[in-house]
């Protein structure tokens, strides 16, 4: 079992920044795909970025376009999500997943375990 908790998320202006945490406890983290989502009511869970568990590949939505890094610290069993050039668009509960096996994937399906959430808020 892993327990991820969120942290960082916030009310930002349109053009600003936020640096989203994720502290995970439980299992090995390392051993762990880490990725990180959001979603709005009324709508699916999209993916934003995934990272493997070195931490040596990286994968992102489409529409991040270059705005958002995802990170890993292995030895302090966090991911971060550091977003950049917010839109009012990107509004949404982001969540953190992890996934027991390879590979970073964009659906939500093939992650195992899920945080609360972090609520991000962009004014324009």
């Known amino acids: 079992q892993v327990q991820l908790v969120e942290s960082g998320g916030g009310l930002v202006q349109a053009g600003g920044s936020l640096r989203l945490s994720c502290a995970a406890s439980?299992?090995?983290?390392?051993?762990?795909?880490m990725g990180w989502f959001r979603q709005n009511p009324g709508k699916e869970r999209e993916f934003v970025a995934g990272i493997s568990w070195s931490g040596s590949s990286t994968y992102y939505g489409d529409f991040v376009k270059g705005r958002f890094t995802i990170s890993r610290d292995n030895a302090k069993n966090t991911v971060y999500l550091q977003m950049n050039n917010l839109k009012p668009e990107d509004a949404a509960v982001y969540y953190c997943?992890?996934?027991?096996?390879?590979?970073?994937?964009?659906?939500?399906?093939?992650?195992?375990?899920w945080g609360q959430g972090t609520q991000v808020t962009v004014s324009s």
């Open positions: 439980g299992r090995t983290f390392s051993n762990y795909t």
């Open positions: 997943a992890s996934r027991r096996r390879p590979g970073i994937y964009v659906g939500p399906d093939r992650y195992d375990y």
